[in-house]
């Protein structure tokens, strides 16, 4: 067990071949690289249905907030569909809230099939700022991602660079000073179990 920080990455693909996945792989690897323990939550793993608030403990869902809960950094990981983010990771962070969230450090990671993915990873700032978590700056998105990957291994030196970067940074502010609670997240009652 490493004495770094512990980063889990939630991969909202349900595809067999995912572009996401071997994103989330490279970042989770270089987190390892700097000290850090890791875990990728694979969503086509768990049993998660549509979130329902009078069932919020069905199929693996307490298997998934207890996951995240021990993690001092998560990454989001999505393809983009329809210029936001998968339904898979939505129906995720529904299942989870403050607890598993509040004063956690968020990365975020975007592949598209074509060339403008940057408005699914404002939608998931917004959702992590009203979790009270705090979000890495650096955020990487990865268009036209068909051309973009031999195997496991991104192509082109820049784009590994952007994927290595998110996961140091995800180690390197695990443990940041968190911001005060952002007003959304006070008046946000629902989002509380």
Known sequence: MSDGPHVVAL????RE???TRRALRIVLDEAEDRGAS???VDLRELD???FDADADDAGDAPELRERVGRADSVVFGTPVYHGSYSSALKTALDYCGFDEFENTTVGLLCVAGGSFPITS???LRSVARSLNA?????????PKVRTKFDGPDLREEDDAERVRT????????ANIEPDPPCPESRENV????
């Open 134 to 142: 705090w979000v890495v700056p650096h955020q990487v998105a990865l």
């Open 17 to 19: 071949e995912s572009y």
């Open 190 to 193: 629902g989002a509380t179990r």
């Open 48 to 50: 998660l249905q549509v």
């Open 166 to 173: 998110l996961g140091r940074r995800v180690v390197e502010y």
């Open 38 to 40: 890791v875990d990728l």
């Open 121 to 123: 990873l404002d939608h």
């Open 11 to 14: 991969c909202g693909s349900l």
